[in-house]
């Protein structure tokens, strides 16, 4: 079996690729956000782990890999294209999953073995949220449920960033609800025109970075062997 060495971004280097069960190799890659056409910078990192797939499919055998893309389809982008047309969330969502399929398959991209919705996963995400709160790194403010940064020792190991350079450089958005300036948002309050599902904290959305979280951990387990994504990617969403 030839090896193949994969970059790793936490070890800022290429490392001899072993997976956890080389009977089951398991890739997620961080989908598209489903709001308008794709640019050619959302189709490159999809044709990039493609070749990726395509090589672990050729060295482990296609029965063995699995590779979850999922679609992005509840987003504050989202939103606000469907209140500009005056359509429901869904028209939009259908409609760009739709072009989206069509031009990577004018790329010749192969299908993934799974494309999870965000909006299919709702009970995960209350769940795992309900946990970290248990577990002290989340907390429930205004209706919001907010990530607490400095509950996690090692935040900042992925992307290299660390919190107090975050908040030096201003690139958090300081609000009330937060215990502290570089908390994220895991789930927040929605209007009554706006879309939301019920919750235990009351009606709302989630934020980004849980969907991902919660959908590569339902249909690939706690732990796997890949979380791709676009470079851009690094931080904030893959580190959160
Ligand atoms: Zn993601």
């Not at 235990?200 to 951990?217: D, T």
Request: aromatic letters at 10%; proline letters at 5%; glycine letters at 8%.
């Amino acid at each position: 079996m030839t090896d193949i060495y994969v970059y790793n971004t936490e070890a800022r280097t290429k490392q001899k690729f072993e997976p956890i069960d080389p009977a089951n190799v398991r890739m997620y890659v961080c989908g598209v956000t489903v709001y308008g056409n794709a640019h050619i910078g959302n189709a490159r990192p999809y044709t990039v782990f493609d070749v990726l797939y395509r090589l672990l499919r050729h060295t482990y055998g296609a029965e063995h890999v699995t590779y979850a893309r999922n679609i992005t389809d509840i987003e504050d982008k989202i939103m606000n294209r469907a209140k500009e047309e005056s359509v429901s969330i869904k028209t939009i969502t259908t409609r760009y999953t739709k072009v989206f399929h069509e031009d990577m398959a004018r790329l010749g991209s192969l299908n993934p073995d799974m494309e999870p919705r965000a909006t299919d996963h709702l009970p995960e995400m209350i769940k795992m949220m309900r946990t970290l709160i248990e577990k002290g790194h989340a907390y429930e403010a205004e209706g919001h449920v907010m990530f607490s940064v400095a509950s996690m020792e090692n935040y900042g190991r992925l992307s290299r960033h660390s919190r107090d350079e975050l908040v030096a450089g201003a690139r958090v958005e300081v609000a009330p609800y937060k215990k502290d300036a570089a908390d994220f948002v895991l789930w927040k309050p929605s209007s009554k025109d706006q879309v939301g599902w019920g919750s235990p904290w009351g009606r709302g959305r989630p934020g980004w970075h849980i969907e991902c979280s919660c959908m590569a951990a339902k249909h690939l387990g706690e732990t796997f062997d890949i979380h791709a994504g676009g470079q851009d990617l690094i931080f904030p969403h893959h580190e959160n």
